[in-house]
């Protein structure tokens, strides 16, 4: 069976489902649209915005699994709540004294979903009479999102969240708006939405380092292979760029440590002052990659075009 956004035959057409789709949707484009202009204007996406588009995703996705009865339902609520879990903060209850209980009780929730998930996929299976396609997507997705964070694949927290929220929205696509591949179509309908996104992503970000190769290209400073991964900066700039300082050395509690945007452009500013007093005017740096933004621009294909990184491998 071929599992997609929508329940299944019957209920696919109802206005109702169309509706929830329509909305999730556009809570998606319009949630990525704004999480990308705070990247770019700070490097940070502030966790309201996130609560905001899974709250909108938990009733969407509800709204879509409710033709199955109350078990997707449920199901589907497990999963939603385990997403928007990583938003709520309520591991700061526990205090920094505590924090290995913390994480105990997030691991037991993980497993605890994945457990029941799989339990009732063993019974009932996966598809329109089991266990949603979707809730397997979310699921699946979650697990990619906190495991590509924890081995710092995907840095910063606000990515993860957005790969999060993103599955939790539109759980798979299967039919883009503008280009449907028939090499993808059928192998789209399987893929959890979010993979699109980050694939598309991972795509796109190969504009960064043909970048810096054009920058340090035209002023003369190319090298391989350093060349496509930073450049040389004024430190009398610093303050003012959202970059990491490589050369010269930085201790280990430098601006990479910083946990806000506040606290990053402090420890620039102080690190600015550092180096002026030493008598260095020019430091070698790596940009600090406004992810989220790409990875707006990645939904934004997937919704149009597809996995185009699948696309590719198929045809080849």
């Known amino acids: 069976m071929r599992p997609a956004l929508r329940p299944g035959p019957g209920v696919a057409g109802t206005s109702i489902t169309a509706l929830a ?35 909108v995703g938990l009733v969407t996705g509800a709204v879509l699994v409710s033709p199955g009865g109350w078990v997707p339902i449920v199901l589907w609520l497990l999963v939603a709540g385990l997403t928007l879990e990583h938003l709520a903060g309520w591991d700061l209850w526990f205090g920094a004294r505590w924090e290995a209980r913390a994480d105990l009780v ?3 929730a993980y497993v605890g979903v994945i457990a029941v998930v799989a339990i009732a ?5 996966i598809g329109a009479s089991g266990v949603p396609w979707i809730v397997v997507a ?3 997705t979650i697990v990619l999102a906190r495991g590509l964070f924890e081995f710092k694949v995907l840095y910063g927290a606000a990515d993860a969240k957005a790969l999060m929220i993103a599955a939790l929205l539109v759980p798979v696509f299967p039919v883009p708006w503008l280009y449907a591949p028939s090499t993808a179509a059928a192998t789209l309908a399987y893929v959890p939405f979010a993979i699109s996104l980050l694939t598309n992503a991972a795509l796109f970000s190969i504009v960064v380092p043909i970048a810096l190769a054009v920058r340090n290209a035209r002023r003369g400073e190319f090298s391989v292979p350093e060349g496509f991964m930073g450049y040389w900066l004024a430190v009398r700039e610093l303050p003012r760029r959202f970059v990491w300082v490589k050369d010269p050395a930085v201790p280990a509690t ?14 620039r500013a102080e690190l600015a002052r550092s180096l002026r007093a030493r008598g260095i005017d020019r430091v070698w740096v790596t940009p600090q990659v406004p992810l989220v933004a790409v990875m707006a621009v990645g939904a934004l294909a997937a919704l149009l075009a597809g996995n185009l990184l699948l696309d590719l491998m198929l045809r080849v």
């Open 106 to 108: 997030e691991l037991a």
């Open 121 to 125: 996929a063993a019974r009932t299976g």
């Open 21 to 55: 789709t329509a909305v999730a949707v556009a809570a998606l484009l319009l949630g990525f649209a704004l999480a990308a202009l705070a990247d770019l204007r700070r490097r940070e996406v502030s966790d309201r915005l996130w609560q905001a588009m899974g709250a």
């Open 254 to 267: 430098g601006e990479e440590d910083a946990d806000t945007t506040e606290e990053d452009d402090r420890r």
């Open 138 to 140: 979310v699921l699946a």
